[in-house]
């Protein structure tokens, strides 16, 4: 499931600076406990931003670290993958 949300070319700017790569974040995310989950979000706003194109932010919060995040959807087919991510520390 989750591979099907991340396209091929997928990469992600984290809030540390790491550049992610869609393998990379893949196994991040799959090595991760369930309560590793608990993130509060805030502050959601999707803006078109060309055909087939969507730029979503928020604010993160997680074990009181808050960052603000960005993420590029595309549509593809009949669904929507992340294209690209970046979080900066609030």
């Known amino acids: 499931m989750l591979e099907s949300l991340l396209e091929p070319d997928f990469f992600e700017v984290g809030a540390s600076g790491k550049l992610w790569t869609r393998s990379e974040m893949l196994g991040a995310l799959t090595a991760e406990e369930p309560d590793?989950?608990?993130?509060?979000?805030?502050?959601i706003?999707?803006?078109?931003?060309?055909?087939g194109l969507v730029l979503v932010s928020y604010v993160s919060s997680r074990a009181g670290r808050r960052a603000r995040?960005?993420?590029l959807w595309r549509e593809s087919g009949s669904s929507w993958q992340i294209i690209f991510h970046q979080g900066t520390l609030l």
Do not use: L, N, T
Request: glycine share 6%; charged share 35%.
């Open 69 to 71: 995040r960005s993420s």
């Open 45 to 51: 706003e999707a803006s078109p931003v060309g055909e």
């Open 36 to 43: 590793d989950y608990s993130i509060e979000v805030s502050e």
